[in-house]
């Protein structure tokens, strides 16, 4: 069977001042076609981290990955995957359109192709209007749609997305969401990391838990929860012990104090 | 290629729409005509004198652009973290240095032959055609190209482990040191023996000559031009040292990880 992506045995060590941090432990993990993965786990767990061993931007201290079963550190893996970085941020100086044309490019699109595929982009994350505004001018959510739309420009198989809703409005998180259903029914495999739980619930068909580097939950939501139990309390009672669940809803008594100190001069 | 060229073509991009860039150009512009006019050493009106403080001028500016555009590509990626987008293309660091470096050199080479066209112009009002000869002139401007493709190279080696002001200072006082100090070294050497001398031969023999660059004297007193393959090696010696230098920039590169909080 064919995966989109193989995560093998990875270790990735960082110095830091004298001693190291182990920010990836032996983890091992697979994702098959077509299918729609979160990616979740505490601040400081190492996701960004796996999802830049993906992508050939650090190299293993040991283990490795590989993305359509070519080895990640190679540049022709990365011909058909989609990214969005979790601080998305690009050239200021250009307009969307001449961003979207210069990413084009770099995946060498035919003119006529790219031209096209501009369009439909730009449509697809909603932001033709603002299109050949410079993106300098662009809000926080508009520059997160275009990073979004150059990470899309290639059509590709496998999109990895590193918090694509972080600092979004609601309605923001709800076109992400449906874009990630959607591309989920063109039949992509979707690869994305997450805070939000009750979103990866909604759109992903597994999730895999990452905690100190390692794997410590996967599998499809509905197995790894007990009845009646939400993710968000299944993250918690794994990742911080059983008493930690209690945090996860505020008693009455928490809101009615809150609603007191609201109520302060 | 093609992706050399994209990469190229971001680094026009920054610099056609930054206006510090154009305040730069039109001081400098400005700069070059005041010196030139004014007459500042009382000699005004003698040819030598426009070309000797012209020239002179042109390759301070464009020394300074060199340096100041091509220690900024690579630093300026990480900081905004532009970078990481740019490298979940199928773009290889390799491709990524080559065309950080085309964009410097490219942008460089435009405004310094900007203003070899402003001298020029300033040089033919004075003394008419006769006073140019055209032949130094082309020789003298291809072999400055080849002196910026070297600085080029110098400040994106640098910068690829450095923070941008941090290699610029290096580029500058190593550039300068190798106009400076390399063409008084021989004499230097005669006297050392022992490990001090083997040092003084290295450091010599390591550093860019710059001096065989340098064709102002020739353009200025119309000496002529030098013989073909006497500039065809100093050409390939340029072209040879820059490769060696983004050879090296590459291998520093090639592993790099980036952190934003490295460089802010
Ligand atoms: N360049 C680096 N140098 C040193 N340590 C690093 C570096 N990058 C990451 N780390 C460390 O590796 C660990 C994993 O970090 P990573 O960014 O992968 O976590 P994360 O799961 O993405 O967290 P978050 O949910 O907050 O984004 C952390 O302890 C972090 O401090
Ligand atoms: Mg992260």
Redesign the pocket.
């Known amino acids: 069977m064919e995966f989109a992506i193989e995560i093998d045995n990875l270790n990735v060590r960082?110095?830091?001042r004298g001693s190291t941090?182990q920010?990836l432990d032996g983890l091992s993990l697979r994702v098959g076609l077509g299918e729609a993965v979160g990616f979740i786990?505490?601040?400081?767990?190492?996701?960004?981290?796996?999802i830049h061993v993906l992508l050939g931007f650090i190299e293993p201290s040991s283990g490795h990955a590989k993305i359509f079963g070519q080895d990640s550190r190679q540049s022709v893996a990365r011909e058909r995957i989609g990214y969005l970085p979790?601080h998305p941020d690009t050239y200021r100086f250009l307009t969307g359109r001449e961003l979207l044309r210069m990413a084009g490019k770099l995946f060498l699109m035919k003119e006529k192709n790219l031209r096209e595929r501009i369009d439909a982009v730009l449509r697809l994350v909603d932001i033709e209007q603002a299109a050949d505004r410079r993106i300098g001018t662009y809000s926080k959510g508009m520059l997160q749609r275009i990073c979004l739309a150059q990470a899309l420009i290639n059509n590709p198989d496998l999109v990895i997305l590193d918090?694509p809703t972080g600092g979004l409005d609601p309605l923001g998180r709800m076109d992400i969401r449906k874009l990630i259903a959607r591309l989920r029914d063109e039949g992509k495999t979707v690869f994305f990391?997450s805070?939000e739980l009750s979103e990866v619930e909604l759109v992903c068909d597994r999730v895999a838990m990452?905690a100190r580097?390692r794997l410590v939950a996967e599998g499809p939501v509905t197995d790894l929860v007990a009845p009646g139990e939400s993710l968000e309390r299944f993250f918690l009672r794994t990742v911080a012990g059983p008493q930690s669940e209690q945090r996860a809803t505020p008693t009455s008594r928490e809101m009615g104090n809150r609603k007191q100190k609201g109520h302060r001069p | 290629m093609t992706k050399v060229l994209c990469i190229t073509r971001i680094v026009w991009l920054d610099m056609l729409r930054r206006k510090d860039v154009y305040v730069l150009l039109i001081l400098l512009g400005a700069l070059l005509t005041a010196l030139v006019s004014l007459n500042i050493f009382g000699l005004g009106g003698l040819v030598v004198y426009v070309k000797d403080v012209g020239l002179l001028a042109t390759w301070g500016f464009g020394w300074i652009l060199a340096v100041h555009i091509a220690c900024r590509c690579l630093p300026q990626e990480e900081q905004r973290g532009t970078i990481y987008a740019l490298l979940a293309k199928p773009v290889t660091r390799l491709q990524l240095v080559v065309g950080k470096w085309l964009g410097a050199w490219s942008v460089t080479c435009a405004a310094t032959l900007a203003f070899y066209a402003l001298l020029t112009a300033m040089v033919v009002f004075q003394g008419g055609t006769a006073a140019l000869d055209g032949a130094v002139l082309i020789q003298g401007v291809l072999l400055h190209g080849a002196v910026l493709a070297i600085l080029c190279a110098l400040g994106l080696l640098f910068s690829t482990r450095m923070h941008q002001d941090a290699a610029a200072t290096l580029t500058y006082v190593l550039s300068f040191a190798a106009f400076i100090i390399l063409p008084r070294m021989p004499g230097l050497m005669a006297r050392a023996s022992g490990w001090h001398g083997t040092l003084v031969s290295i450091v010599y023999h390591l550093l860019p000559h710059f001096e065989i660059f340098d064709m102002r004297k020739r353009m200025v007193h119309d000496w002529g031009a030098v013989n073909g393959a006497t500039f065809l090696t100093v050409l390939l010696y340029g072209a040879v040292y820059t490769a060696l230098l983004l050879a090296i920039a590459w291998l520093a590169f090639r592993k790099k990880?980036f952190?934003r909080e490295n460089l802010a």
């Open positions: 960082f110095p830091a941090v920010a786990g505490p601040n400081g767990a190492g996701k960004t981290t796996a979790e918090e990391s805070h990452l580097g | 990880r952190s």
